[in-house]
């Protein structure tokens, strides 16, 4: 009995290097930003035409990153200024399949860190106009965001 060779490939995702907005001559769209504290809003919130009350409209670009929206949302939220708040951001968008709205999370920022998340862009998650950002905030002094894993025991014990 012959066995058939095995071949493997890594092959490295080349994405085209996303084209900057010129923001001078760009309109801009709107996004409505909809920021609950510790959890994100439900999809059925969004369903039959209706939205959550805690609405936020922002005109941006889709070349805006997480970092740039986690800035503007500060602006108007005072009590998320605070160094170790989170910013847990999902797209609500249609389900082409049946009438409700789904949710994707797209990523995560921290006020006063740097973060792997900080730089994507709305084009990047694949933001289509129309849909909605969900914004979870939580403080700094609560849980941070599920996704989040907890830093490793320490012992602290003195000796």
Same mark, same amino acid.
């Given at each position: 009995?012959?066995?058939?060779? =095995?071949?493997?490939?890594?092959?490295?995702?080349?994405? *085209?290097?996303?084209?900057?907005?010129?923001?001078?001559?760009?309109?801009? =769209?709107?996004?409505?930003?909809?920021?609950?504290?510790?959890?994100?809003?439900?999809?059925?919130?969004?369903? #039959?035409?209706?939205? *959550?009350? $805690?609405?936020?409209?922002?005109?941006?670009?889709?070349?805006?990153? =997480?970092?740039?929206?986690?800035?503007?949302?500060?602006?108007?939220?005072?009590? +998320?200024? #605070?160094?170790? +708040?989170?910013?847990?951001?999902?797209?609500?968008?249609? &389900? !082409? #399949?049946?009438? +409700? /709205?789904? !949710? #994707?999370?797209?990523?995560?920022?921290?006020?006063?860190?740097?973060?792997?998340?900080? $730089?994507?862009? =709305?084009?990047?998650?694949?933001?289509?106009?129309? $849909?909605?950002? &969900?914004?979870?905030? +939580?403080?700094?002094?609560?849980? *941070?965001?599920? !996704?989040?894993?907890?830093? *490793? /025991?320490? $012992?602290?014990?003195?000796?």
């Amino acid at each position: 009995m012959k066995m058939a060779g =095995l071949e493997s490939m890594v092959v490295e995702e080349v994405r *085209p290097a996303e084209k900057p907005v010129d923001r001078e001559k760009t309109c801009p =769209l709107l996004l409505r930003v909809f920021c609950s504290t510790g959890r994100h809003n439900s999809p059925g919130d969004y369903a #039959r035409g209706n939205v *959550p009350q $805690n609405e936020l409209q922002i005109y941006t670009w889709m070349d805006a990153t =997480l970092r740039e929206l986690t800035g503007l949302v500060k602006e108007v939220n005072p009590e +998320t200024r #605070r160094k170790g +708040t989170y910013f847990d951001f999902a797209i609500v968008y249609p &389900d !082409m #399949r049946s009438p +409700t /709205y789904r !949710m #994707r999370e797209i990523g995560v920022t921290c006020s006063g860190q740097r973060g792997g998340d900080d $730089n994507k862009t =709305l084009s990047q998650v694949k933001f289509q106009i129309g $849909n909605y950002l &969900d914004i979870s905030i +939580t403080p700094p002094n609560r849980m *941070p965001p599920p !996704m989040r894993r907890p830093q *490793p /025991y320490v $012992n602290n014990r003195p000796y």
